[in-house]
């Protein structure tokens, strides 16, 4: 009887440990690598960016060797908060932290797995940090999306010179659009112009905000904004009929209801991200030294169809934004 106790007692243990080695992570059970991706909303500049990662760590490991784990936050920062402590939970190899309330919610969750931010304009601004110096140091790093503000300023008087007034509008609930129209503010206070800050809570109140811009404005700017990019035809719904243009900070918000921008490439972007995270996961990189990515180029691209609907004449260096 003791001898049929004792083979029970050593089951037990048996079935015990393995039970505890498959909730292990995958990395360990299957070999494939684990990344969660957190997304903050759906529109063409994130889900580029999410694309490029991706295609980046397929081409550089394989589509056998990760599994993604693709979560949209529907625009919500708690969600954020939701998904990355879900991921946590899982013990991800890695985080991927898709806009700038996606980064804050990692930031928040856990200083132990690595996290690549990417569509980010200023780490420094995001994660609240003193004396920035473009590394974070820490379990983060990533990729930014900031174009030369000075130059996105200079385009307002270039393709609308005889403005006077200038409307920025921006969530305020993002810190990094806060940023950007402070900077295009102030550049454009040097050129003599009135800049005047038009902030909504979110897409409930931006008719009503983007209405008292337009009124009061000859000519609008809206930074790399993801609730601005997820509602494009709400601000060309009331621009458009005033004859108002619209200047925007990336390619997407400008297809949807701007003249022009300097564009970068999101899926560039997040492929760049992408090739960060295999020298991380690959090759032990030490992401606390890993500074941050910035886009190599910027391309000036203007809305064919709005300019012709306000007869206004693209000027020369100009690409025209696919239509399809």
């Not at 490439?265 to 991380?280: C, F, H, P, R």
């Amino acid at each position: 009887m003791k001898k049929t106790i004792s083979l029970l007692l050593a089951l037990v243990l048996c079935v015990g440990s393995c039970l505890a080695l498959s909730s292990c992570s995958d990395t360990d059970s299957d070999g494939k690598y684990k990344i969660g991706i957190v997304q903050l909303v759906e529109h063409p500049a994130l889900d580029a960016a999410t694309e490029g990662f991706k295609q980046a760590i397929i081409n550089e490991l394989g589509a056998d060797a990760v599994t993604f784990d693709y979560q949209n936050a529907q625009n919500d920062t708690n969600t954020c908060s939701t998904i990355v402590t879900q991921f946590v939970s899982n013990k991800v190899d890695l985080i991927m932290a898709n806009a700038t309330p996606a980064l804050q919610a990692a930031a928040a969750a856990t200083a132990d797995i690595p996290i690549l931010g990417t569509s980010v304009t200023e780490y420094g601004v995001a994660l609240n940090l003193k004396d920035f110096n473009g590394t974070v140091g820490g379990n983060i790093s990533g990729t930014s999306d900031l174009a030369p503000l000075d130059k996105q300023a200079a385009m307002i008087t270039e393709w609308v010179p005889d403005a006077q007034t200038v409307g920025l509008i921006y969530c305020s609930k993002e810190a990094n659009s806060k940023y950007q129209v402070d900077v295009v503010k102030s550049e454009l206070e040097k050129k003599g112009l009135t800049a005047t800050l038009y902030p909504f809570t979110d897409s409930n109140d931006l008719a009503q905000i983007c209405t008292s811009a337009a009124d009061n404005s000859d000519v609008i700017y809206v930074p790399t904004d993801n609730t601005v990019a997820e509602n494009t035809g709400i601000i060309d719904n009331i621009c458009a009929p005033k004859k108002i243009p619209v200047i925007a900070g990336e390619e997407g918000i400008c297809k949807g209801c701007g003249i022009a921008t300097l564009s970068i490439s999101y899926y560039d972007l997040g492929y760049a991200t992408g090739k960060m995270a295999v020298k991380i996961l690959r090759d032990g990189a030490d992401i606390s030294t890993m500074p941050i990515g910035y886009a190599e180029t910027q391309t000036p691209k203007y809305n064919k169809q709005i300019c012709n609907a306000l007869g206004i004449t693209p000027l020369e260096g100009y690409v025209a934004i696919a239509e399809n």
